[in-house]
């Protein structure tokens, strides 16, 4: 679940992988064995034992919470015997391995080149463009509640996308399009309520709303306050952002409880923060349906993730790179699906866990693979029939004036010095400490492959900084109404 740009859990991706200059996964510090017939979860540290608790599912949720991130930097490694692993838990325990490798090992991997706060010269050019749009811009927790009590449907670009279930109870829902599902909505022609998009990368953004043009559609779009909004405002009827980003905020607003780092997490995040019940997803496959696997031998009938038999035991180490994987429980669910697609469903179903037993609501499934719902108290929406109509009250609103004017004459001010400095032949410290959200984005120096910036990563960060006082200039000119 990579922090800006992953997408919701729909059909496997190709795989990425770690590029050369990358080290490779250390020894875990950390292992997790689980011993189904005795009943019981141990924790080991550096190889010796830290903990032992009863087995359940609530222990196997509980150490995403329990065990810190700076553990798992290297991952954990799970040891489980074949007839555990084909138990309900052992394998829960298995999703839940995979779920830490990838938070806390894999993707900090993946993107240790990026800064947290500006991922992208992407980022740093929408963080200048919608600062000049900013008090145009709502802030999404003064919607907190306002939809008590309504049925949402959240709809995810998965093979489960029913455009005909959609269109036959459209007005029994309030409608809640999450990342490349609002793409599909609207080139049928049925326009969601909400559209939520947490990628903050210009092709995200494209690909879901260019078609639009100069059309203005009666959605309501929830963004990441990094993403293209200055370029896409004006398509729809309201714009809220997630957060506060800017330094001269004053207002304090908590960020959407808890928001896992993909979109279908954040989509969810909203539908609990509007107080919607229940919450029917639709589209949520998390991968494809395939035949099981032909081996009846254990665990490859289970799954392809990478293990060993150093003992009695298989051991499952962390792997190295986000990966296509079978999985497969019985005649609940036999699929392909990805590592970040399996973390996202973990998160979805621990989320669920605590929001059904704490306030009550109802969360239902129409997914084919039915992957969230093994050992989740999410349903099968099968089982629910929706009914009357859902009237969407009229949305508040929330003022601001901040100003912006001093903030852009400073952001061009820091540009046009390192212009200066680059021309004559110097690089500031200012550009140096941070390349990964200064003008050395996307330079191999901002990856870390080179101690020093080459000619070509000057050439490129010249060429950055000129668009960036580009922008800026631009952004000047929508601030005046030019």
Known sequence: MSHADSDTMGEPKKAVTLGPWKQPVAQPEVDLRVDARAGTLAVDHRGKQAASIPLSLQTIHSLFDSIGNNLLSDGISLHISEKSLATPLGFEALLQTIMMNMVS???????????????????????????????????????KNRLSGLPLLLALPGPSLDMEYIREHRASFVLLAAGRASRMLIDEGIYPDFIYIQDVNTNAWEQNFSSLGDKRIPSTLIANPLGRVWKFRKNFKRVFKAWNL???EKDCFPKISEIAPSSVSGAYSVARLLGCDPIVFIGNDC???VEPSEDTGLPQALTNLEHERPGADLVFSPVTNVRNLYLRFGDEFSMMTQLDYTAGAQWLKMRTKRD??????????????RLCQFNSPIEDASGYTPAGHV???????????????KYLLYKKKTYEFIMRQFNAGRVPGSALSKPGNSVFCRTLFAQKRYAEPSDTDMARAKDNAIQLVDHVNTALSELNGV
Do not use: K
């Open 105 to 143: 090992c894999i993707q900090p991997r993946l993107s240790v080149w990026s800064s947290p706060d500006m991922h992208s010269m992407d980022a740093e050019i929408n963080y200048i463009r919608n600062s000049a749009c900013l008090n145009e811009l709502n802030h999404l927790h003064i919607l």
């Open 246 to 248: 800017y330094p001269f």
């Open 287 to 289: 991968g494809t349906n």
């Open 356 to 369: 059904v037993s704490e306030a009550g609501i109802r969360v239902y499934d129409r997914s084919l693979t």
């Open 391 to 405: 009237a969407l009250p009229e949305l508040p609103r929330y003022e601001t004036r901040y100003d912006v004017l």
